[in-house]
């Protein structure tokens, strides 16, 4: 069976808060994707059951707040959200998922070259992502030259987006593979 690319639109997102990019980055990726090529079955799952709270505040070192969630979508086509954010001292900070199957015929390492060629397409340069070894398959770093960047994974048939505010421990980037790592044990555990 051919497989068709798409090119999904990635719009600047300077100046949002985490959880509007995380919201915007949902309403973005539930069109994105092919729905002709191979599907590997990914049903849906709530992306706070891979993200929790508790989780979230060992990393950020505050409490957080019941989280914000979003799902749309239905059998093989969804994707979920889940956002939590908490006060420490004058400063708020945030975590976010966002989770969907990629649709990738050939398997995560050819859904993150999409992805990626994707993103430059829309973006040029500044769309691709630096390689971070460890994580899932395959899983890239994108800093959008604002105080928000994210981490994208691809593990088996799904692809998650994670952020995660700089705490005086940790860049984002720290915080977001710290928490990656746990998204992929509870998703294991599933």
């Given at each position: 069976?051919?497989?068709?690319?798409?090119?999904?639109?990635?719009?600047?997102?300077?100046?949002?808060?985490?959880?509007?990019?995380?919201?915007?980055?949902?309403?973005?990726?539930?069109?994105?994707?092919?729905?002709?090529?191979?599907?590997?079955?990914?049903?849906?799952?709530?992306?706070?059951?891979?993200?929790?709270?508790?989780?979230?505040?060992?990393?950020l070192g505050t409490a957080v707040g019941e989280p914000q969630t979003r799902s749309s979508g239905k059998d093989d086509f969804w994707v979920a959200t889940c956002n939590y954010s908490g006060e420490a001292g004058s400063q708020t900070r945030s975590a976010g998922l966002l989770l969907r199957p990629h649709h990738g015929s050939e398997g995560a390492p050819q859904a993150y070259a999409d992805y990626e060629a994707g993103l430059i397409a829309e973006l040029g340069s500044k769309g691709a992502l630096a390689p971070v070894e460890g994580i899932g398959e395959r899983a890239g770093w994108q800093d959008f030259g604002t105080s928000i960047g994210q981490l994208a994974v691809f593990?088996?048939?799904?692809?998650?987006?994670?952020?995660?505010?700089?705490?005086?421990?940790?860049?984002?980037?720290?915080?977001?593979?710290?928490?990656?790592?746990r998204v992929l044990e509870h998703l294991q555990a599933r």
């Open positions: 069976m051919a497989t068709r690319q798409h090119s999904c639109p990635h719009p600047s997102f300077g100046g949002l808060s985490l959880a509007t990019l995380i919201v915007a980055t949902c309403l973005l990726a539930a069109g994105c994707g092919d729905k002709t090529a191979a599907v590997a079955s990914a049903g849906a799952i709530d992306a706070c059951t891979l993200l929790t709270a508790a989780d979230v505040e060992t990393v593990q088996g048939p799904y692809h998650f987006i994670l952020s995660a505010s700089a705490t005086a421990e940790a860049d984002q980037l720290t915080n977001a593979k710290t928490l990656a790592e």
